[in-house]
């Protein structure tokens, strides 16, 4: 994570900066500060639809619900076929 905030201080507009402590921040729990390098970066890129899913996530959480992963994952194998 050091690296992602170095590149950050280097160039603040770096989307993919802000995306990637965002999703480390996920991963260890950390759901209002994920939150916060997410929105930043779907300000920079509002497109980017993995942002807006790992935002939805991130909400889905804090609400008490987290999907079963067969559920998050069959419909990709499906699209695959």
Sequence with gaps: MA??????EIDPRLTEGHCRIGMLLQQRG???DASGF???ARALDPQDA???VRLGNISLRRA?????PS???RPHAQAAR
């Design 38 to 40: 997410l929105e930043q």
């Design 64 to 68: 008490g619900w987290m999907p079963r």
């Design 3 to 8: 690296a992602y905030r170095l590149a950050l």
């Design 30 to 32: 950390q759901l209002q």
């Design 71 to 73: 559920l998050i994952t």
């Design 50 to 52: 993995d942002i807006h």
